[in-house]
């Protein structure tokens, strides 16, 4: 598909629509995917036509199809496996793409989600805003420059109580590049900590 043929199509159709962009980020356990989750079943109320997206993989809690909060939360979902799918996936009458874990789908996806927005489409998107050694995570910095809102919330660090801005790594995984997902510790709790400036620097 020609993505910029596609793209100058439906502009024309929706000029009347304006795009927004809105950033949820922060490290691991701070409530991300909870907090998509809750705008989208808002919109759902209000009957706004949705399309929810999630990368395969995040298969956590058994469920393909499906976004699933550490809380319990869960809306129906579509899985892709790049961030160009999502073009295919979205017509003109969408109004809302919700987009979770923004940082499994790379520097494309802010390619994608500029398309969108001169589509005059409402996204939503939540990620990490750094990988679990204190680096930013592409795109989501990116994007969170980009936004018209960024909603940045902190965890509560597992050693201390304090508000924890980061999270770390408390186990060995396969991946040496902390920017590639390991499927075996994706949405692992025992394998990360969420943690406070002081307390990361502890074993």
């Not at 395969?56 to 799918?85: P, W």
């Not at 520097?107 to 805003?129: P, S, Y």
């Not at 995984?173 to 075996?184: I, L, M, Q, Y």
Request: contains cysteine.
């Amino acid at each position: 598909m020609n993505y910029q043929t596609s793209f100058m199509y439906n502009e024309s159709m929706d000029n009347r629509r304006i795009g927004y962009l809105e950033v949820i980020a922060g490290p691991m356990y701070c409530g991300k995917t909870e907090e998509l989750i809750r705008q989208v079943k808002r919109a759902a109320i209000g009957k706004k036509n949705i399309r929810v997206f999630k990368h395969q993989i995040d298969t956590r809690y058994g469920f393909d199809k499906k976004l699933f909060s550490h809380a319990g939360l869960s809306f129906e979902s579509e899985m892709v496996g790049n961030a160009c799918q999502i073009l295919d996936m979205v017509d003109n009458k969408t109004q809302i793409v919700a987009i979770d874990e923004a940082q499994w789908f790379g520097e494309k996806l802010i390619d994608v989600i500029d398309i969108l927005l001169n589509r005059g489409k409402h996204v939503i998107v939540a990620g990490l805003a750094m990988t679990f050694n204190r680096q930013p995570f592409t795109p989501v910095p990116t994007l969170m420059a980009m936004a018209d809102k960024v909603t940045k919330l902190s965890a509560i660090c597992s050693i201390c109580g304090e508000e924890a801005v980061y999270h770390k790594r408390i186990s060995k995984g396969k991946t040496v590049d902390p920017h590639k997902a390991d499927p075996s510790l994706v949405g692992k709790i025992k394998n990360y900590q969420a943690r406070c400036r002081r307390c990361y620097k502890k074993p």
